[in-house]
């Protein structure tokens, strides 16, 4: 079993910057694929933004977050980050995390909890 747990999630102002967490631990093996998402109230879950093996050179973002979010990995720490930089109102949302891995040649994807991120003056 691998477990999530994430972190760093709060209060804003517009234009200020947060920083998410996102740490691994259990049967890990190998974490192919790290990703996160957000869904705001009333609307559908959608990808912001992942990493695959490769750091940075794998990293793809959701067209709204560009130029603001970076997304990177910390594999000794199997522990994947978020910063969020210039914030807007509509970035307020539940983030939570995905990873998908492999352990002994078995595949599994798990999520973790959720934090919320309210960004309002």
């Known amino acids: 079993q691998v477990q999530l747990v994430e972190s760093g999630g709060g209060l804003v102002q517009p234009g200020g910057s947060l920083r998410l967490s996102c740490a691994a631990s259990?049967?890990?093996?190998?974490?192919?694929?790290m990703r996160w998402y957000r869904q705001a109230p009333g609307k559908q879950r959608e990808l912001v933004a992942g990493?695959?093996?490769?750091?940075?050179?794998?990293?793809h973002y959701a067209d709204s977050v560009k130029g603001r979010f970076t997304i990177s990995r910390d594999n000794a720490k199997n522990t994947v980050y978020l910063q969020m930089n210039s914030l807007k109102p509509e970035d307020t949302a539940v983030y939570s995390c995905?990873?998908?891995?492999?352990?002994?040649?078995?595949?599994?994807?798990?999520w973790g909890q959720g934090t919320q991120v309210t960004v309002s003056s």
């Open positions: 259990g049967s890990i093996g190998s974490i192919n694929v």
């Open positions: 990493i695959g093996n490769d750091g940075e050179s794998s990293t």
């Open positions: 995905y990873v998908w891995g492999d352990v002994a040649g078995r595949v599994y994807d798990t």
